[in-house]
């Protein structure tokens, strides 16, 4: 019996030391932010080079799975000529923009990649996709 | 003789009497005793139960989730790929549980604290659903898309509650209602809302007798994420053997904690976009007994 008092009084003190240490992160770090709102919504789509631009997405959305390592599907993009060689016969863009020829990339459940980044390749491909 | 098949007929008349006497004789001193198994595991596919671990136990988790069943002999029907998620899951009493995993999904480490505020109990008007409450929090490790920007690690976070309501209404069939919050820090657009409120529905139903078949379905209220996500609907088996439990399931949400299985659900079971899945689960018992 005095076994049972000492847990009844021992569940709800260490509920609430849990409920105090969830709520302390919950609320010292619950942000409303939005990113249309937070950063400048503006796309920069003039000013793109292999570069400073598509290689940073490229590695950012596609490189953890074509690689040299792991070249998933045959397709190794972090090197120039892999990139290329995707550009050359339209597996990019088409995956990208989730257009259906090619199998759509990132894949699901990630969604796709922001309109700015396929902005930034449709500009850089109809430049002809220089090494710059 | 006849003396004796007399005998024998009062006896075989007596004892089903006697057993029922016995049985009715306890019944009048039946204490209510908490109700086990409402669910195996802790999780029904992807979502949380009332559950609990017992105290001193810690629990492996492996999640799996593979490529759409869609991709055919090509893709081997979707086990060319794979969505993983490890956990531990530690009971620190019968009701107060804690966990932690590692999701390849946005390679997201999450945590979360479980308590189960009632046990159901046999013979008890007063207590007759089993309820808990799971808080949980995820961290995205993504790289940052755009790294020349101002970023924010707070941008990272997410938070979830999620309530349940269960109740096991006989030894075959157990329903829960899942009243739920996820709260992301950050979206892409304020047609969405940071606060997405989801309710979910969980049942279970016995086919043999360690083997349960379940169903796990959230409806996120409209205009709060992107028409690009849907409502997450998994069917699976549980098949329990002791300390291990496997969960093998069919499910249009590939991953598996609260933000990732109810506000990113790209998949539709409509457009055949449906994932083979397994948990396993593997307790062991870490205390001193």
Redesign the interface.
Known sequence: MIRKNYQAF??PA??VV??L??LT??YS???????????DPKCDSLDVTYMGTIR?IVF??CQNCHNTGVESGGVILDTYEGIRAVVDDGRLLSAVKRDVVASPMP????????DC?IEQIEVWIRRGAPKN | MKHYTLTLILVLALVPNLALAQFDFNAEYDEPKPVKNTFYTTRIVNSHTTESLEKQTLDFRINHRF??ISGGAYEFFGLD?A?MRLGFDYG??D??M?GIGRSA??KTLDGF?K?RFMTQHDNDKKRPLSISLA?G?SVNT????D?D?KN?F??R?N?SHQLMVARKFSEKFSLQLMPSLV?R??????KYS?DVIAMGIGIRQKILPSVTLNLEYFYIAPNQI?D?FTHPLSLGIDISTGWHTFQLHLTN???TFEK?YMT????RWDKG?IHFGFNISREFHVGGY
């Open positions: 021992r569940l260490s509920w849990m409920s240490f969830m992160i919950t770090s619950c942000y409303y932010d939005v990113e249309e709102e937070l950063y940073g950012s959305y894949p699901p459940p990630s969604t796709r990649i922001s980044a | 490529g759409e790929q969505m620190i009493t009701n107060l804690v999904f946005e604290v308590y808080s929090m993504l790289k940052w898309t790294p920007r924010y707070t941008s976070l938070y709260h820090n950050l979206i892409d657009s304020t940071n992107s690009d949400a590939t991953g990732a990113q659900v790209s998949n976009q």
